[in-house]
């Protein structure tokens, strides 16, 4: 652990946990977290990060300290900003002043992903324009042909029709045997194979 890296699959793939170009957030002050409870801690933003909206997460060591750190949307002032910090252990754990509790990583607004809820009168209409058009009993037929079978019981006639519309709208999703499971020519991967392979097993623990 010394070095940084974790390895997985015996060393096939190999990761670097810290980053050189990692700016680290410090304490600005000692501090005590309670056992079983919250703090927003104070940190000090190096200098050279400036300001604007970052994203702070937890330093790869923290975990020595048995604390957790909370992934926050920052905007750092006069070189300050704060850590949510958790602590799920039953004893106080000290923070000594400028202790390293996460990094802090620019965030820029195109990397933000915006979801909007209000559906618009445009495709409110296209929504419409796609309604099935075909008859209630082809569409029955349609779904007896892939095996689904649909029963009103319980359902009103109109909850039974937008049921079965539902499913007739989408019944290309229903697999019922290979010749259904296409596959897919997007992107071709080749598996290299010689004659003396062999699975590589490696128990841990």
Known sequence: MNSQIVTLYT???GANLFNDSDTILKTTEAALIPPKSEALILVIVPHHFGTGLAIVEPSVNLHRLQL???RSIVSPVN??????VMNPTDVARFLERKTTLGVIHKLYLDSVTVIDDNVSNSSTSQIHENEVTVPFSEQLDSLAAK????QQNSLTLDEFHSLTELIYRNKDLFATSMHDLVGTNVETM?????PDGFCVTRIYG
């Open 190 to 194: 080749p598996i290299s194979t010689f």
């Open 79 to 84: 070189n300050r900003t704060v850590c949510k």
């Open 11 to 13: 060393d096939l793939v």
């Open 147 to 150: 095996g689904i079978t649909l």
């Open 68 to 70: 957790a750190l909370a």
